[in-house]
């Protein structure tokens, strides 16, 4: 019998040789010291999303971002004049916080002396003002945080020097930018905080190795065959910091019979009119492959939008510490046009929370073997290229190698 050829089995090595194929150091993932060395040289120098648009639709509406990674606490705000700004959460008084949570204001009026902001930021009133010594209110507006949408999606960054959001995104926005995000409304949210580092956690969603054993009794049918056991993804794509990578289906697929009377009524969570590839919904399976489930799009560092024909879901990986991280997931689906698609959609929410459920029990146990110091290194297959790549990124920006 003939041995498959190298490239067969190993297609990203040719594509990325520059990842190497070596294994990975264990310590930036453990390392305190390393974790300090990410926050001054990524978290603080990239662009980072924080939500959509639709999160404050209304002029006046608010959401408040505590984000522990930048030691900072961020006020996105819809002006009267309908644009969406970010402010430092701090009153140019005393530093006070100014406001917690979400909803919908006029402005903010800080609780510990009264200094008071419009939603553009504004300062608009000083209580006993004129004991102050030469207070000018044009200069005491709060501190804004460069703040840029694309696609509906809103990010930030404390780094004045960034370059314009649609240049960090390069390729990466290109891809994924005519997606019909803005048609579709969240249908779940999910938060945890784990007791993992940031990128052990990002490993665990950005492969479909794992598919066949931690799903192996719900969603592994749905993506392995007999003559691709282990669901090998149909193509990758790195963009710069950015990759992407599409998960294949299996043409095969024999759903339960819930699942089938799900999708008798909506396209849900795996089965959908673009498996076949006959319609490809604008900014998913760029490579055509004709079997086809959905994208893993990682926004480095920490965002992910995940696309497939009737749905997309975002996860943040947050980093509290070395061996912390605060996730969010949010669903989103078209809006349900009658009874049916209702409980079509609700199948599909409730049963990819249960998927996500399997992902996170295996996060703190690896981030508990690895932190033990049994082992040094991680050994990593060609299918597990994304995880390579973001090792490999990581340690070139906190080393100073990274040129873009």
Request: net charge negative.
């Amino acid at each position: 019998m003939n041995k498959p050829d190298f490239d067969t089995l190993h297609p990203y090595v040719r594509q990325y040789s520059d990842l190497g194929t070596g294994p990975v150091p264990v310590m930036p993932v453990v390392s305190p010291e390393y974790f300090e060395r990410e926050r001054e040289t990524i978290f603080k120098k990239m662009w980072l999303n924080l939500g959509r648009v639709e999160d404050i639709p209304n002029p006046g509406d608010y959401v408040v971002r505590d984000i522990a990674i930048l030691k900072a606490s961020i006020i996105l705000v819809r002006g009267d004049d309908d644009q969406v700004r970010a402010f430092h959460n701090v009153c140019r008084h005393r530093g006070n916080q100014l406001v917690q949570g979400s909803g919908n204001a006029k402005g903010f009026s800080c609780g510990f002396h009264g200094w008071t902001y419009d939603t553009q930021g504004q300062c608009v009133f000083v209580p006993d003002e004129e004991v102050f010594f030469n207070l000018d209110r044009s200069q005491t507006g709060l501190s804004p945080v460069r703040c840029e949408t694309f696609a509906g999606f809103v990010f930030v960054t404390v780094n004045p020097s960034a370059v314009p959001l649609v240049e960090y995104l390069g390729g990466f926005g290109q891809q994924i930018g005519d997606f019909p995000f803005q048609t579709m409304q969240r249908m779940h949210t999910l938060k945890a905080d784990v007791n993992c580092n940031w990128k052990v956690f990002i490993d665990a969603f950005q492969e479909s190795y794992h598919g066949r054993f931690v799903h192996r009794l719900t969603a592994a049918a749905a993506g392995c065959v007999d003559d691709d056991p282990y669901a090998h993804l149909t193509s990758v794509r790195l963009y710069g910091p950015h990759r992407s990578a599409s998960v294949p289906f299996n043409p095969e697929y024999q759903p339960t019979p819930a699942e089938a009377l799900s999708f008798k009524y909506a396209q849900s969570l795996w089965l959908h009119e673009g498996n076949a590839g006959a319609q490809r919904v604008p900014g998913t399976n760029p490579a055509g492959h004709p079997n086809w489930l959905f994208d893993i799009n990682v926004c480095f560092p920490n965002f992910f939008v995940d696309v497939s024909s009737s749905w997309f879901f975002t996860y943040h990986f947050w980093p509290v510490a070395v061996d912390r991280t605060h996730w969010e997931y949010n669903f989103y689906m078209l809006p349900p046009q009658n009874a049916g698609e209702r409980i079509s959609r609700e199948y599909s929410k409730l049963y990819l929370r249960d998927l996500l459920r399997e992902d996170l029990s295996t996060v703190e146990t690896t981030q508990a073997g690895l932190s033990s110091g049994a082992i040094e290194h991680m050994i990593l297959s060609d299918q597990e290229v994304a995880v390579r790549h973001q090792y490999k990124v990581v340690d070139d920006m906190v080393n100073g190698r990274w040129v873009g």
